[in-house]
């Protein structure tokens, strides 16, 4: 019986990691990225977005986020996945909503792609939870960005090392194009997404 974990040693200029963020919020989301950066940045990653190891990707919302991870998934380029959003409940359900979907979409994309895709997504009651979690206590971003080292790490070891094939069609390979189902106006049975 092995034992396998991921180590955030060795050298990582190879990894290539994308960064989702909901702009709403971004008093908050902000600070995420700041917290991402800077332990990325101090695992010797090249967080410089013109250099290629780390790319930004901006939506909407947190709604939003899911959806791009899924395809940033499936493109193969990444070894990991960062989602970055700050939902913040008011007087409304539209919270439950959007930080529903939020969490089910993110983990539906990595479940899929097999790629480990971080829920970065803050949910919390007030505005000042959010900045407490976001720089003025600790910075979860710092959190997340290490969640996403240890599992592209662990993910490398188990395709390296599992006793068994995991060449079956159910799991893409890292570095091949995965095409995404067109959107022919018609009903798409839910068999054809990957
Ligand atoms: N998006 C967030 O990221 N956080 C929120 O708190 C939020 N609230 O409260 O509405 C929010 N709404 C926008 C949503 O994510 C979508 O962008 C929008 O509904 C368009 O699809």
Redesign the pocket.
Known sequence: MAVFEGTFAGNLSNLRIAIVI?R??DLVTDKLISGCQDCLKRHGIDIEPDNGQVDYVWV?????VAMVARQLAFSGGYNAIICL????R?QTP??DY?AGEAAKGIAAASFQSGVPVIFGILTVDTMQQALERAGIKSNLGWNYALSALEMASLMQQLKNNLPISTSSTDLPPANETIALPKVTGQNVSSSEYP
């Open positions: 909901g709403f919020n909407p919302g947190s709604y939003e959003g700050a939902v913040i008011g539209h919270f959007v």
